[in-house]
């Protein structure tokens, strides 16, 4: 199966698109790599998202360093059991749910999860990250 957005799996598990949320690796100027977890049908703002991990610029990191950055690949990065603790930061939807879906670090596999106790573990920060529509 190579479709991996969210459109796909969202309708694949039966659920609504705003619940299904992607895993990002970005790279900040100032701090290195943080993540940010967002709605799978949003964009990443990075402006705001080099501002709320305290960057001055930050963008994706490049497809060829997930692996040995995070330990996932492309379309199973999970923001749990990465490689190393990296600063999170999941967009403030996420808390309007009852539960989220995330990747569960394997392509085609989501970890259906209450976002409260998903923030908490991870010890990640809730704001807004992604684009205006």
């Known amino acids: ?11 694949q598990l039966g659920e609504d698109i705003e619940q299904v949320f992607k895993t990002l690796v970005l790279r900040g100027d100032k701090t290195g790599h943080f993540v ?19 960057n001055k610029k930050a963008d994706l990191i490049p497809m060829k360093e997930l692996l040995p950055t995070t330990g996932y690949i492309r379309g199973g990065c999970s923001p749990i059991g990465m490689k ?45 990250l992604v684009s205006d529509k």
């Open 1 to 11: 199966e190579n479709d991996l957005s969210a459109g796909h799996i969202a309708e």
């Open 36 to 54: 940010c977890v967002v709605p799978g049908e949003d964009e990443v703002d990075l402006k705001k998202a080099a501002k709320i991990s305290g």
């Open 84 to 128: 190393k603790p990296f600063p999170t930061y999941f967009h403030e939807t996420c808390i309007l749910f009852d539960y989220i879906y995330v990747s569960a670090g394997v392509r085609g596999l989501q970890l259906k999860i209450n976002p409260d106790d998903l923030v908490k573990y991870v010890g990640a920060t809730v704001c807004d």
